[in-house]
């Protein structure tokens, strides 16, 4: 059963539990470490390695919020979540292939691609953190429900004046 959002936050402050201390440096830190792999020159290794980083976060934080794992469970989620949004996910393939193009390629995938895997990594974090501290698992995690939650949290994340101050 899930609880409310103000029973979880209740929770979690009544047992000196800082919900966003705890998520906070976990996302930061592995959206930090998409936005290096997405410098890699490689096309489409670069989206392997981001899946990687993505899963692993997400087991981090379920650790963080004490929620069962199961990799291949969320494995098949964040794949659902991320390659869900046709949009986002048709110009991330499209822009990994871009960098093919000799040098104007190259070039415009430096300045996008890291950009691109922060922002991507930060709302699977955000999507899945606030999950967690609102009492959900990975069992009652519907992608199709929280895609447009997650669509939005990348877009803020791109806006992000404090994304670009990171990846400077």
Known sequence: MNATVNEEVTFLAENGIDADATASPVIKRYSLIAAGIGIIPLPL?????????QVKMVYDLAKAFDVPFEESRAKALVG?????IAPLGIAGGVA?????????????????GPAL????????GKVFSEHFQTGGTLLTFDADKIRA????????????????????
């Open 149 to 168: 939650h997650y669509q939005r949290e990348f877009e803020a994340a791109l806006k992000s004046k404090k994304v670009n101050k990171t990846l400077a």
């Open 96 to 112: 990994s292939l871009v960098r093919t193009i000799p040098f104007i390629g190259m070039a415009a995938w430096y300045l996008v």
């Open 45 to 53: 290794i670069d989206t392997v390695l981001i899946s990687g980083v």
């Open 117 to 124: 895997a922060f922002a991507s990594t930060y709302a699977v």
């Open 80 to 84: 659902s979540l991320v390659g869900g």
